[in-house]
DNA sequence: ATATCTGGCATCCTTTAGGTAACTGGCATC
DNA sequence: GATGCCAGTTACCTAAAGGATGCCAGATAT
């Protein structure tokens, strides 16, 4: 006879809502982009340049996903040459804690492995 | 001449906490893996059962990683038949405010878009 | 005048994540 | 004696992510 275990469906829950973030969030790049945007990077080479490491197509495609999710807005300046500004949205700062604690997270287990 | 911005280096850092974290976590299942196994499901099928969707041959692989960055134990009782347990270690517990925010993030932007 | 900056786009290529399906061997159950 | 449960493994395959390189056109700086 198996157990009627009641809160199985609850678990499952949970864990479709992580994967609602993480199917928004996940891959290398994009929330080293957000942070670099939310601090003030504003410009693609700046961007770029704060992201060690990313090529200008991987900059470009993840930029645009960030703003289809309404993470960053993108605007353009019709200016001689056209300047193009990233920032990220107010949507994007209902994530600040999650990656507040990721980055504190990854900063304790960086030093969790130097004590070994 | 260029502004010296004396902050570009503690983005920089954050960034890579940052990917340090993502490193061990990123992925679709691993810390669906994580919850399922942390809330109290020990044997193989159970937590395949409770991560709807994932196969046999990637939460054999999952569990492989999880075990390799301490945040899964894995033990086998010579009973007969031979029992393997999954549990997950002290040292997972350091991630769970972070899941918890992640879930809580995923359930709100999971109301946000149905308002719309 | 030439070198370098801007915000990207186009091609091509490699790597990895993830999925499919079939199978195993020992035990228990019908 | 066939079926099913357990904890996986193996081989194969596809799709997506990510990387390398080169290029553009207008502007500014040297």
């Known amino acids: 006879m198996p157990d009627i275990q ?7 829950q ?5 994967q ?7 891959g290398k790049w994009k929330l080293p982009i ?10 693609f080479r700046d961007i770029q ?8 197509k991987v900059l470009s495609t993840e930029l645009k996903a960030l703003e289809q999710n309404k993470l960053v807005v993108r605007r353009v300046y019709d200016t001689s040459p056209p300047a193009v500004e990233y920032t990220t949205s107010p949507y994007c ?4 804690t999650m990656i507040l604690e990721m980055i504190a997270w990854g ?10």
């Open 6 to 12: 009641p809160d199985n469906a609850a678990i499952a």
């Open 14 to 18: 949970q864990i479709r809502h992580l």
């Open 20 to 26: 609602d973030t993480l199917y928004v969030v996940n």
């Open 34 to 43: 957000l942070v670099a945007v939310h601090q003030g990077n504003s410009r």
């Open 49 to 56: 340049r704060s992201v060690q490491g990313i090529t200008t």
């Open 93 to 96: 700062e209902t994530l600040q």
């Open 107 to 116: 900063k304790n287990h960086h030093d969790q492995l130097r004590e070994k």
